[in-house]
């Protein structure tokens, strides 16, 4: 068995890592949820300019696809944290063997080491 997980105190600086991001992220999404607030629109009339009407459907459209993209992000990163407190995390998700190191500074809530990645990327 090669289970190793990183080291206690590396683990304590990369769980304060990820809850600064998530507390960063929840402040982004609901910015962007405000943003993409059909609410917030109404009252600027755009009806009259079919071109304003439909630069600020493209801005709604795009605050709300950057919203589910953070949400995603949340959701890995409160996986992680939850794989932390389970004592799982940095282990590949797949194979169970300790997903690289600098794959985990890139990617703090990676959960399947290299190998694995590649060959669900290339669906083998
Ligand atoms: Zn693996």
Redesign the pocket.
């Known amino acids: 068995m090669a289970r190793k997980q990183p080291a206690q105190k590396q683990l304590r600086a990369r769980r304060e890592e990820l809850e600064a991001e998530r507390a960063q992220l929840v402040a982004q999404v609901a910015e962007l949820d405000a943003e993409a607030d059909v609410n917030n629109w109404r009252e600027g009339g755009f009806d009259d300019d079919p071109a304003d009407a439909g630069s600020a459907s493209f801005e709604r459209e795009t605050a709300q696809s950057l919203s589910n993209h953070a949400r995603g992000l949340l959701t890995q990163i409160d996986d992680a944290l939850r794989r932390m407190d389970a004592g799982t995390y940095g282990l ?1 998700e ?4 300790a997903i690289e190191p600098e794959r985990l500074e890139a990617i703090p809530y990676a959960t ?2 290299m ?2 990645k590649r060959r669900e990327e290339t669906g083998r």
């Open positions: 590949c797949r194979c169970g063997e399947l080491c190998d694995c």
